[in-house]
């Protein structure tokens, strides 16, 4: 069974940066997509990011040009790099891989002054 592990939220003020980190393990990481997602209170979970194992990324609309997906394959770790932040990205951050459902607990991400 996989298991996924989410760091690196946190309190950060409007146009800081953070860096949220997934370790997985369990299974076979290099060979599956990841993802990232987020849901803030009352609302849906919002696809933020996606990366295949090449690398090859994509990202939600809310997000482009401000975050970053990566992967370090020896590591078993997906990254995503949040620059230039507001408000509206305080959220549960998750990690998924989409192929076998696996989800992470979550990392919280708050923006505020």
């Known amino acids: 069974q996989g298991h996924l592990v989410e760091i690196g939220g946190g309190l950060v003020q409007p146009g800081g940066s953070l860096r949220l980190s997934c370790a997985a393990s369990?299974?076979?990481?290099?060979?599956?997509?990841m993802e990232w997602y987020r849901q803030a209170p009352g609302k849906e979970r919002e696809l933020v990011a996606h990366i295949n194992p090449p690398g090859n990324t994509k990202y939600g609309d809310s997000v482009k040009g401000r975050f970053t997906v990566s992967r370090d394959n020896v590591k078993k770790t997906v990254y995503l790099d949040l620059i230039n932040v507001n408000p509206e990205d305080t959220a549960t951050y998750f990690c998924?891989?989409?192929?076998?459902?696996?989800w992470g607990q979550g990392t919280q991400v708050t923006v505020s002054p």
């Open positions: 369990g299974f076979r990481f290099s060979g599956y997509d």
């Open positions: 998924n891989t989409p192929a076998l459902n696996f």
